[in-house]
């Protein structure tokens, strides 16, 4: 499976992902290098509706001091990962798709307006077609959509410092690229108190949920996966085959152990060659991975 599509060639220097928790960055060439730089409580409360940056100073502070020296002047370019919950993404299905893309444009609008609770003509909106295997007239179209402010100031402290983010996508949609199995498998990604669920049928993502816990917990997360398992067998007329866990932490064997005795299904953690898996740069290693690195 792979949602490289979604990213420019050939892939910028630097790529960051950006959470309530901190900053994660890597460089993307040759000589690779990580870097993590907590943030105080506070900096970023992630929201669809609102202004995430509630303290815009402190978040460019922390990002001047981790971009590297640049020998010129010249701007740089980079991937910029956002919490999931920034955006809404979804995914409509079409018995039909046009070619033409101002049309699927306007029809992927038109689609939207009756769910977001914003004019989507001025939002930030992406979107990828996703032709279902074996059936050329059928077509689940993946969409991000967020005002446009949200993710203008999120980028704004990267253009003070000379980065130019040529690349913008949600962590669980760049994470994606960790999941390697072809059937029917669940997905579930938590970063701090956010739960982010997502389902993919033969390489084809069927759905994305993104859920704010009370208080995050194997008994809570259970809860919320019950109904995406019901969605599955009575949608898709199948059932999940796995359950993917990603960014549980110290508490991730537990919960394998656990949603595997409950669900009754094969449950693992997701593993990254790049060697980030943690609950705050999980985008971050799927976006590595989908360049090689």
Known sequence: MTFSALWRDPPPALAFELSEAGIAMARTGKERAFDFRPLEPGVISVSPLRDNILEPEKLAAAVRAMVPPNG???????????????????????????????????????????????????????????????????????????PADIIARY????????????????????????????????????????????????????????????????????????PTLVYIEDTLTAKAEKLLLAGFGRFGAESRDQFARELRLPVELIQSSAGLAGENSLGLAGYLQSLGA
């Open 155 to 226: 980028e704004a402290p990267f253009r003070s410092a000379a980065i130019e983010p040529g690349l913008v996508t949600t962590s669980a949609l760049a994470a994606l690229e960790l999941v390697k199995e072809e059937g029917t498998v669940v997905v579930a990604k938590l970063s701090g108190r956010m739960l982010t669920i997502l389902v993919v049928s033969s390489g084809v993502l069927k759905l994305v949920r993104s859920l704010e816990l009370t208080e995050p917990g194997a008994a809570e997360i259970a809860a919320d996966l019950y």
């Open 72 to 146: 010129s002047r010249k701007r740089r370019e980079a991937a910029l990962i956002l919490p999931d919950s920034c955006a809404r993404v979804s995914v409509l299905d079409f018995d039909d798709f046009p070619t033409d893309a101002k049309e699927q444009l306007s029809l992927v609008r038109f689609r939207l307006k009756k769910s977001v609770p914003y004019e989507v003509e001025s939002a930030a909106l992406s979107y990828q077609a996703q032709a279902a295997p074996g059936d050329v007239k059928k077509f689940d179209v993946l969409v991000a959509v967020a």
